[in-house]
């Protein structure tokens, strides 16, 4: 992620900071959350002068570029349709979409708009343009050959994505940790692609986080290519620095010498992070080389302001994507409030669409960027590092994804509710426990009798290992002569192999001579 934390990037982070006092100072007229159609024609003019005002004051500043310190101009549209921003840069900046940059250009520009649109009720992305033409026009998409194991099969259509059961297969999945050293030639150093802020190196904890990730995805039988796994504790000469330190461009030169067109998509370019910019190009390239069914991108999140906090995603805006983030988020959700001193950790419903991230624009296969927390907030920070954190919010990250792989929905776990039950003294009432929501088995079912106080307060505990054992276990209630006469409240607690407690139920029996 996002603001720049090099030695290089330091004007844009001090014009980030001069800029921060703006955005938060700003004074925008509050027109209320509405869709753009919604809106009434002055408020959408409102709103896009806001935002041009806003963004302008981004572009006018310059720095942006060693090469080019010129100041931006830019231009603010609605796609009413579409319920959709979209942000017009200059046309020079064309040739330079491709560079961390850039990327680090347009978010700061989407900080300074995040008032406006904030403002957008259901708002499906923001999307840029240069010279009003897309990062595709600037730089047409390089096809790869395929690797070892292509999807002969895939059709890649609109949506381009097809079940890793049609094709015979298990799924696969490539996991992709933000950032690593880089080669600057300015300053001939390795270099990692942000600073350590609140004790974080993004750079060196999401390998950390993606091997909790890699785990899971294995538990559930995936496929997995971790590109910056911890275990590659092997030296790069040339660095001197283990390879799971490194950007994933070094790797790939080594091990795939023929392509080029990978690891080395700037061959002619002369900027001094240039490698930096072939690192994030290489990463969708090589997922689509391999033939990945998904693609998870795992980076801890920085905003010019400490208080920004909480997990995010980020698409580029096609069916399968959202899906798959959507699902994502929910199961980071369930799974990272199971724990009690993490339970108001803020994690969204949507994600957020973004046109300009290349990580997804340039992928073949549903494609999420995972911000897991803002390592530019104390708080998170700490979080960060807690290592039941980071398998909680990744054992979400896979769920979500098993989840989008076999088409299902992201459900709140619950107990469902029955019907009042009748039995006679001296006889079992039995109830079935059916839940709503995907639990992990093994999961323990506990029933206990309410509002009990006397000596006889049954309750009972199973474990059940899959959803066969659960559809046969019966909760049972013997009725008692102490229970004439007054209905008898069971309650019934399900906690699964996560961790995660589902909403009880209570269940009432009526029991007669």
């Known amino acids: 992620m996002n603001v720049s934390h090099t030695k290089e990037g330091r004007g844009r982070r001090k014009l980030a900071a001069a800029l921060l006092g703006f955005f938060s100072t700003c004074i925008s007229v509050n027109v209320g959350a509405a869709t753009l159609a919604e809106m009434s024609p002055e408020d959408r003019a409102l709103l896009v002068n806001e935002m041009n005002a806003s963004a302008n004051t981004v572009g006018s500043k310059g720095l942006f570029y060693d090469d080019d310190p010129l100041p931006i101009s830019i231009s603010v549209s609605l796609d009413i349709e579409k319920n959709h921003v979209v942000v017009d840069m200059d046309e020079r900046i064309g040739p330079r979409t491709e560079y961390a940059a850039t990327e680090d250009l347009l978010d700061l520009i989407r900080f300074s708009i995040l008032n406006q649109i904030d403002r957008i009720d259901g708002l499906r ?90 785990s899971a995805l294995q538990s559930d039988r995936v496929a997995v290519h971790n590109f910056r796994p911890e275990q590659n504790v092997l030296v790069h000469s040339p660095s001197g620095q283990p390879w799971w330190r490194l950007g994933v461009r070094y790797l790939l030169e080594k091990e795939l010498p023929d392509h080029p067109e990978i690891w080395h998509a700037f061959a002619s370019s002369q900027i001094s992070d240039r490698e930096r910019n072939e690192d994030l190009r290489s990463r969708p390239l090589y997922a689509n080389f391999l033939g990945a069914d998904a693609f998870l991108h795992v980076h801890t999140n920085a905003h010019i302001s400490a208080e920004a906090r909480g997990a995010r995603a980020i698409i580029h805006e096609r069916g399968p994507d959202r899906r798959l983030a959507v699902n994502v988020l929910c199961s980071m959700r369930e799974l990272i409030h199971s724990k009690d001193e993490f339970s108001s950790y803020p994690v969204p419903l949507q994600p957020l669409a973004l046109v300009g991230k290349g990580e997804n624009d340039h992928a073949k296969m549903p494609s999420v960027i ?144």
């Open 125 to 214: 992305g923001v999307s840029f343009l240069f010279g009003g033409k897309p990062s595709t026009y600037w730089f047409p998409e390089p096809e790869p050959e395929p690797g070892p194991d292509p999807k002969q099969d895939d059709p890649h259509d609109g949506e381009r994505i097809v079940e890793p059961t049609q094709l015979g297969r298990a799924p696969v999945v490539a996991i992709s940790p933000g950032h690593g050293l880089y080669y600057n030639y300015r300053f001939k150093d390795w270099r990692p692609h942000r600073e350590t802020t609140n004790g974080i190196l993004e750079d060196d904890i999401t390998p950390v986080m993606a091997g909790f990730l890699a």
């Open 370 to 513: 995972v911000e897991v927390g803002f390592h530019t907030n104390p708080q998170d920070a700490l979080l960060l590092r807690n290592k039941e954190f980071q398998g909680l919010a990744m054992r979400g990250v896979a769920k979500g994804y098993r989840l989008f792989r076999e088409g299902k929905p992201c459900e709140d776990l619950a107990v469902k509710p029955v019907r009042e039950a009748f039995g006679r003294v001296g006889h079992d009432v039995y109830f079935p426990v059916g839940l709503t929501g995907n639990p992990a088995f093994p999961v323990s079912v506990t029933s206990r009798v309410r509002n009990c106080s006397g000596h006889y307060c049954p309750s009972q505990w199973v474990r059940l290992f899959n959803q066969t054992e659960l559809e046969k276990h019966r909760v049972s209630f013997l009725c008692i002569r102490s229970n004439l006469g007054k209905p008898v409240e069971l309650s019934i607690d399900v906690r699964d192999d996560d961790g995660v407690a589902a909403k009880p139920a209570t269940y009432k029996v009526v029991c007669g001579q």
